[in-house]
């Protein structure tokens, strides 16, 4: 039988006939079978709506007797710690009327009940659910092993079985019930009960990839059940070459214990309603991240919710992959570049001004498979405010393959504002190999008082 934290188990799909396991006497088909079978879905009740009249009392009688029931009510709620009359809802429970929704994720529990409805005694009683998915089958109770030897007129046998569902589609949960009459006979009959599983989340991502190797992903989540849900769960697993950091939680500056506190506030999400989510991730080898630079996979999303009686699933995506980023042979990345700042006096400290000269560093770095000799020089027609200062060809040197190195490059800007840094290009001289960065970075130049 059903818990009793379990709802009243309401009938599954309408049967769908289908063809016994073995073919039957003429006489068989004619006549009604001994043995009857229920299936029935187990599910949690729901909270009753109630309607509360608001009233003037003084306007007449009546009134004077609904805002007396009102109040009755009301004392009713105190007493019980439990003020949900504004809401609409009711303190009674609600058994469920239909068969309802299946959501990918959530456990599917089912009360088979076996019923002798005949005046005979049954011999050998076997009992037999499968859940039949388009590409699987499952066997969820079987009795072949261990027959019921004997069922007298009015017995029953119970069953309660549940299952993770793990697949969209079609699902058909079929029973076999297999038995001997006292004449000998073996009869038997199917019953097959049919329903849909629909997915309750709708992900969506969003990949950027940054030049020293970082990715930002960004994940959409929608609640496209017809419940509201429950998020007690949303964990980002990385792939095996990322590290990872979840950018959904802050420490905020009044609390004292330091605990982290989600920037969505509530758990809940509402039916249709979409949060996003960002993750960082970072390759787990620094100094050789080629693999994590030319991987398409990223990571899975590991989700567990609850509804609004408890019910708990879980939801595990598939891999989340990207669209490889094209890897140059020299990798250009800007380092160390100055900004405003304040003191820990709380003084603003400047970091670029106007017509002074300021230094940014650059590491430069060598994925592809030979060895190169590297002269960074200048491009003046492709800058903008901010110009190279000093010599505009300097050497390098030697970079061997998946090595880095890194100089420091002086600039001096024209005028204030936010200004792009550009106009540079490397070139190996052994394979003449050309890489102009028209986009190093951008900065922020402020007025000199």
Known sequence: ???????????????????????????????????????????RPSLGTQVTAYVDPQASPMSAALTSSNDQQKRQNEDSKIDIKNFGLGEALVLPSAFGNIYLGETFSTYLCVNNESKEITHEVKMKAELQTSSQRFNLADTNDEPLAIMEPGQSNEFTISHEIKELGVHILVCSIQYTTVEGRSRNFRKFYKFQVANPLAVKTKVNNMIDGKVFL????QNVSANTMMLERMKFEPAEHFLHEDLNFFKAEDNKENALQSTFGSQYLNQHDVRQYLYLLTPKNAEDDRIARTTNTLGKLDIVWRTTMGEMGRLQTSQLTRKVPILDDLQVQAINVPSTQISEDGQLVKGIRAEEPFSIGIRISNHSAQNMKVVLSAVKAKMGSVLLSGVSTRQLGDLSPEQTIETTVEFFPLSPGLQKIGGLKLVDLITGYIKEVDHLCDVFVEYDD
């Open 1 to 43: 039988m059903a818990s009793p934290n379990t709802a009243r188990s309401n009938p599954l799909a309408k049967p769908v006939p289908g063809n016994p396991t073995s073919s039957p006497q003429p006489d068989d088909n004619q006549q009604p079978h001994l043995l009857a079978l229920k299936v029935m879905r187990l599910s």
């Open 218 to 221: 960004e994940a959409q989540v």
